[in-house]
Nanobody
Framework: QVQLVDSGGGSVQAGGSLRLSCAAS????????LGWFRQAPGKEREAVAA????????VYADSVRGRFTLSLDDATNTLYLQMNSLKSEDTAIYYC?????????????????????WGQGTQVTVSS
């Protein structure tokens, strides 16, 4: 059973940086899609970024491309999200998510129902 533990959230001022971590365990397949989603109050959960384990090819939502960087330590299955130039609209609960035995496909990676496992979430608050 896949388990995901999110950490690293906090409060920063606009323009600041944070790094989120997701410790993943329980994978039995070589290829899995690991990603980050976020959900702000009153809004739907939206995709932020994702990557396939064993492949260095992250994909990003337009709203974060160029500011956020996704990386994966394949040895420990720890997913990192480096968030720079944070804006107030980045305020949300951030969730790590995993879809097992699949690549992050361009048609599916941003859809929440693609993922069968979720972390508990970590709060990110950006003040202007």
């Amino acid at each position: 059973q896949v388990q995901l533990v999110d950490s690293g959230g906090g409060s920063v001022q606009a323009g600041g940086s944070l790094r989120l971590s997701c410790a993943a365990s329980g994978f039995t397949a070589h290829w899995n899609c690991l990603g980050w989603f976020r959900q702000a109050p009153g809004k739907e959960r939206e995709a932020v970024a994702a990557t396939t384990t064993g492949a260095n090819y992250p994909v990003y939502a337009d709203s974060v491309r160029g500011r956020f960087t996704l990386s994966l330590d394949d040895a420990t299955n720890t997913l990192y999200l480096q968030m720079n130039s944070l804006k107030s609209e980045d305020t949300a609960i951030y969730y790590c998510a995993a879809a097992t035995n699949t690549f992050c496909r361009s048609t599916h990676w941003s859809l929440p129902h693609t993922y069968g496992s979720w972390g508990q979430g970590t709060q990110v608050t950006v003040s202007s």
